[in-house]
């Protein structure tokens, strides 16, 4: 029982990528007869039974590398597709620009055009992340608003999707002594 499904193309459209609950298959000539379905493993971490992922996924330009979320661990798994062993875990819960991020959730990643940078959104805290795929490394981290959830890129723009409309913020108490103490006291 999957509660999510989700596909990505490599570009040559031979291959496919279907990301579900815990497990993720690629597929080879995918319109013939007999494709080939090679089963991808996200990593287990701790006492789960299986790994966790969110069904963001996009290839490398060349076709060498699978990038996929990895959902609640905050991470972007990187799968070499040959063999498809696990190369890499980027972490998302690291510092930029002198503030440190916790408990990210990586939802969708997409990869620039020249395949030197991977795009992540992170629902948790509200951006999208900036990796070096070369490095493996967070370069940098742009707010997006609200519970980012999907990522296309064109060009040389990436357009991230939301799901909620505003991002609120906490409403200082008052410092006019006319005012209720306790802020708002009705919905604003």
Request: charged share 25%; with cysteine; hydrophobic share 35%.
């Amino acid at each position: 029982n999957f509660d999510e499904i989700r596909f990505d193309f490599y570009r040559d459209g031979n291959t496919l990528f279907v990301a579900s609950d815990g497990v993720g298959q690629i597929i080879t000539d995918w319109r013939a007869v007999k494709p080939v379905v090679t089963t991808v493993n996200p990593p287990v971490a701790g006492s789960k039974k299986r790994g966790s992922n969110a069904g963001g996924a996009d290839f490398s330009p060349d076709g060498r590398r699978l990038y996929w979320s990895s959902g609640d661990s905050g991470a972007v798994y990187v799968f070499d597709v040959n063999s498809p062993a696990n190369i890499a875990q980027i972490s998302l819960n690291t510092e930029v620009g002198g503030r440190k991020y916790e408990d990210s959730y990586a939802v969708d990643v997409k990869v620039s055009a020249d395949g030197k940078h991977l795009y992540c959104a992170d629902v948790t805290n509200f951006r999208m992340v900036v990796i070096d795929a070369e490095r493996r490394q967070v370069v940098g981290s742009v707010p997006v608003g609200r519970y980012p959830y999907a990522l296309a890129v064109v060009g040389d723009k990436v357009y991230a999707a939301n799901i909620g409309l505003f991002e609120y913020s906490p409403i200082p108490p008052p410092t006019d002594p006319r005012f209720d103490k306790r802020g708002v006291t009705f919905p604003p």
